[in-house]
């Protein structure tokens, strides 16, 4: 049985660091294999990309970052950007921008042509 006196500290950081290097290991390794799915990119690349990724984990996944790296940033702020008008499209109330645009427009902040540009677009 394995005791606490047995373990030292240092024993506990440098499996901590092992473990957190290990999982960040396949976080990065799956983000590079969605990444090659979702590339526009013949299925032959797509497939030799992989082949590469399995057979040669670090010289693969290396070398497919500083490949890659700018079509991955660009990949993934694009899905960002879908992400959140997306979000944003379901997160809006007509009713709730019409009932404020009508308080803006009883208070004098906006005008009348104003506040049926506002309705116009929250009905759209």
């Given at each position: 049985?394995?005791?606490?006196?047995?373990?030292?500290?240092?024993?506990?950081?440098?499996?901590?660091?092992?473990?957190?290097?290990?999982?960040?290991?396949?976080?990065?390794?799956?983000?590079i294999i969605g990444d090659v799915f979702r590339r526009p990119a013949s299925g032959w690349n797509k497939t030799l990309?992989?082949?590469?990724?399995?057979?040669?984990?670090?010289?693969?996944?290396?070398?497919?970052?500083?490949?890659?790296?700018?079509?991955?940033?660009?990949?993934?702020?694009?899905?960002?950007?879908?992400?959140?008008?997306?979000?944003?499209?379901?997160?809006?109330?007509?009713?709730?921008?019409?009932?404020r645009a009508k308080k803006l427009l009883d208070s004098g902040a906006i005008s009348q042509a104003e506040y049926d540009?506002?309705?116009?677009?929250?009905?759209?």
């Amino acid at each position: 049985m394995v005791l606490a006196s047995d373990y030292p500290f240092f024993g506990v950081l440098w499996s901590m660091l092992i473990f957190f290097l290990w999982v960040s290991w396949f976080v990065l390794l799956f983000n590079i294999i969605g990444d090659v799915f979702r590339r526009p990119a013949s299925g032959w690349n797509k497939t030799l990309w992989l082949i590469f990724i399995v057979l040669v984990p670090f010289v693969g996944v290396f070398a497919y970052i500083i490949i890659n790296n700018d079509g991955m940033a660009k990949r993934n702020m694009e899905r960002a950007g879908a992400q959140r008008q997306a979000y944003a499209a379901a997160t809006s109330d007509p009713v709730a921008d019409i009932e404020r645009a009508k308080k803006l427009l009883d208070s004098g902040a906006i005008s009348q042509a104003e506040y049926d540009a506002i309705k116009a677009k929250a009905l759209s």
